[in-house]
């Protein structure tokens, strides 16, 4: 080579110019092409405002592994990226910061255009910020296809996905308990919510002729209803009677009914009803017909209306006030100081969940409006069904259980939100002069203002306002996973059926996280077979992907959580880019993962593999300075292999080939890149490059299985090997080469058995100085007696001199057994090393008695075997020959190694 390469590999100093470099040539855009593959990628949507994160850092190497592999297979690969806008998480964070600045309700005090524009504001200045954290990571994804979930094209699609559902009537407006976040002041959905264990308190009431116990005394004001079982015997006189009692603001007059849903033996077996605030209570109001009235505010607090002396007072602070003002009626019968209950709460504000009766637009999961397979079914059906026939592969397939148990049970999907930012609901409605006044002096226009105006006349869909006066738009916005669920074929261009919906839907592959398959993956499948169904694709084309790979979560060394409140468990992506390279934590992130399952991660893993990157760089090095520029230009032909190394390393080269592809087609990251490790730390680097110096040198060789080593973990490592390759071919890039096809020419059993055999030959002599200590730098004589395999040894008598670090080397047939020497048997070969050049006497026997003793439990474990009827009698031959032949060598063995003893002892 007539330049020189680096000693020591930098990432710093090479990485952005690389990226600069893909991203200019065009290396990351895919075209149409009806002779090529499509294959596509869309990229899950990291929040525009957000930064990354570790999910995020997983999610791009594995993708940028699969998009950059297909690429180099001939596939046009496509990888669109966006973001998110992330309707709750944003607003929140904008709203924080305004706050911060003295702007204590910012709703309130600034209306609706001017904290949209404060957060469009917010948002444009934060884009660039994840965009180019996916950059460094190295993500060869089209930028050209970028989009943005508020995209005028997207909200085309967003307000069409609306129409079409609503004009098949699966969209309705309707009362029913919803999960109202008081904190951020908004509904969520049931997916949305996480559940954390208290330890509060339990109380029981007497409650006329009952006993009632609740955790929840504050929503107790207006219970007029006991409900038992009506199989209670307890209660079996009082079922259909009336009573009068005492209550927390006085006289009240109660009913008993019976139904099946009581749980005999919980509690006291007798409960009374709040259909404003529970879903099972709001169940039976509606069975029985009973009034259903809101107790708690929107705020959180009793409604001045139930109750004048508790009235607009906070439920934290008035639940103690109404069992005081209970106790002193007599009406506690105990308190429970020890319950322990799970209570709900947002799992983006983590607000605590109260159940609340609005007003809100729903989408109906179980009405058959889908023409699917030849008949008509619901949206559920669907969802089920493109799991169940395999249309949708779930990787690991063990959560398709878990994805059947949340569609079995899914509810309708309320899906209007109560903030603004986002993409508002374009229904509209016609008031009166009086309503239209009221609805715009408000400046924090939510739906909890049309709740509260009673605001409820005919909708209307439409894209822009009405003809006429008096018009109210939905002032609520759409959940963030309405608009996207349109994901994958929004980003595409529908809903005009373009060249590329055409050409690269569905997608291949959604790579995810778990934690996200009800929230995201389920509803794209929902999404997408109705959009394009009621288009009229055939179902095939109708799947969002057609295979779902999830991952795990990061966890730190001990498999707990990452805490921002444990600073010293988390990692900073961007922090171990800088450190060690992207590459370095590229590997750390897939090697050792496996779908599904969470994986721990530390600095050192991260250092660790920085280590292998430079031995990749080392390695290459030394290649490509045994190589001239004559070597370089010639193209690889079988007539250039010389020697059994050469034979033996391109054979195993093709079998990694095989493997990497099989394990990559399956989704086994981890398994193809440890073998690739596995290949260039072992194979490649401690043994080729070791056999290959002097005379058994071969440029050619060395040089095809560099580059194709090199191609095999550019999806993994994409930055080095980039660098690399520049060295090797300046005229091409690595990112547009082919990937490497397994040729069953360069694949050579016999030689590649008989090198092997030369390995454990020369590992067996290195292991046995080394358990005698033996120093690294002196070199020992040896006497090999090979049996059959003397001319393979013969061949490669200074590759075992020169790698053994033997002196003297006698090889022959066969022989004499050698006195005073350490015995190695390998197969039918021999090798002898003088004890006077190596060992201590005494430690010898030691260890050879230990050996035989190793060997006599061995011959005795296959003797029972074979003495085992029910092993003989139902074993294949050719097992019961196997073990018979590893019973005679062992006893050889053991014969071999007592006369070994013996002369050690005489």
Known sequence: ????????????????????KWEESGSFKASIDPKKEPYVISMPPPNATGTLHLGHAVMVALEDIMIRRARMQGKSALWIPGTDHAAIATQSVVEKKLQEQGIEKPREELGREKLLEEIRTFVEDSKDTIRNQIRKMGASCDWESEKYTLDEDLNLAVKTFFKYMFEDDLIYHGGRIVNWDPKMQTTVADDEIEYEEEKSKFYYFQYGPVVIGTARPETKFLDKVIVVHPEDDRYKDIIGKEFEMEW?????????????????????????????????DFELAQKYDLEIEQIIDFDGKI?????????????????????????????????????????????????????????????????KAIDWKGKKMSIKEVMQDVVKSKMINIVPSRFEKTYFHWIDNLRDWCISRQIWWGHQIPMWYKVTKEQYEKFHEKKDRTSLIL??????????????????????????TLDTWFSASLWTFSTLGWPEHTEKLEYFHPTEVLETGYDILFFWVARMI???????????????????????????????RHGKKMSKSRPETCIDPLDMIDKYGTDALRLSLVIGSTPGNDMSLFEEKIAGYRNFINKIWNASRFALMNIDEEDLKKEFTPDMIKSHADKWVLTELQNLITEVDQDLEKFRFSDAGNKIYEFIWNQYCDWYLEISKGELKNPAVLLHVLKTILKLIHPFVPFVTEQLWSYINSETMLINEEWPQYDKSLTFEQESQEMKLIQELIGEIRSARSESGVEPAKKINATIY??????????????????????????????????????????????????????????????IQKEIENKEKFIKGIEGKLSNKGFTDNAPKEVIEGEQKKLEEAKSTIAKLTEQLKSLSD
């Open 248 to 280: 927390i603001d006085g006289p009240i007059k109660a009913k008993v009914i019976a139904d099946e849903c009581v749980d005999m033996k919980l509690g006291t077996g007798a409960m009374t009803i709040t259909p404003a605030h529970s879903l099972v």
């Open 526 to 556: 929902l999404a997408s077979t109705y959009c394009l169904r009621h288009d009229g694709l055939p179902e095939e084309k109708c799947i969002p992907f057609k295979n779902v790979y999830l991952h795990g979560l990061i966890r730190d």
């Open 1 to 20: 080579m007539n330049f020189e390469i680096e000693k020591a590999y930098e990432a710093k100093k090479y990485e952005n110019d690389i990226y600069k």
């Open 786 to 847: 090979a049996g059959k395999f003397t001319e393979t040894i013969q061949k490669n008598k200074d590759s075992i001199s020169r790698l053994a670090r033997i002196g003297e080397l006698t090889i022959s047939e066969k022989g004499e057994k050698l006195e005073k020497a350490k015995a190695i048997f390998i197969d039918q070969v021999e090798i002898y090393l003088p004890l006077s050049d190596m060992i201590d006497p005494a430690k010898e026997k030691v260890r």
């Open 303 to 367: 409604r001045e209306k139930v109750s004048e002396e508790f009235g607009g007072m906070h439920i934290s602070e008035a639940r103690d006030k109404i069992v005081e003002k209970l106790e002193k009626k007599g009406l506690v019968v105990k308190i429970d100081h020890e319950y322990i209950h799970n209570i709900s709460v947002s799992y983006r504000g983590k607000g605590i969940i109260e159940p609340q009766v609005m007003k809100q637009w729903f989408i109906d999961v179980n009405k």
């Open 451 to 476: 709740n509260i105006l009673k605001i409820d006349g005919e909708a209307k869909f439409s894209e822009e306002k009405p003809e006429g006066d008096y018009w109210i738009q939905d002032p609520d």
